[in-house]
Each structure stands twice: as structure tokens, then as C-alpha cells.
């Protein structure tokens, strides 16, 4: 299956939608997607979650990590 090219911005609010669906998520603030200069964009991206001091940082990591792996099959970052 091809994977889907997304905008970085694009990325970031699907995965923010994506992690305030998980139970506790909703105390997720903004998400950055970071990727390694000079890596092949596609794959080598990482999120990073900014969360309300309230949050579980529990449910929060295993929410991005899951986020990413979906993503990650689905999508790969635009040039």
C-alpha cells in the first residue's frame, strides 16, 4: 500500500486529533513533528507532545508512540 504525502502542519493536527482521542490524551497541547537533517523525511520524523501539567505522562507517551507507528504507515512527509 502507498503511503500518503502530508504537510508537516497537516501532520502535526492529525496526530495532536489523534492523541487527544486516547483516554487522557485530551490533555495534550500542541505536537511538533522533528526530523533529522539530512534523513530521508519519509520515515526518520519523530512527534513531540506538549501537555497540561495534569496530564498522565504515561498515557500520553504510549498515545504518541502509538500515533506515530499509524501515522508512520500511512504517511510520509512531503519535500
Known sequence: MARTSIS???LELLALQQIRS???GEHAV????ECDAGE???VTWRLH???KDEA???RIHYAAET???RLKR???LKR
Open 8 to 10: 508537516k502542519p497537516d
Open 49 to 51: 507532545v506538549t501537555a
Open 56 to 58: 498522565d505522562f504515561g
Open 74 to 76: 500511512r504517511y510520509c
Open 67 to 69: 500515533t506515530t507507528e
Open 22 to 24: 486516547f483516554p487522557g
Open 40 to 42: 530521508a523525511r519519509d
Open 30 to 33: 500542541s505536537v511538533e513533528v
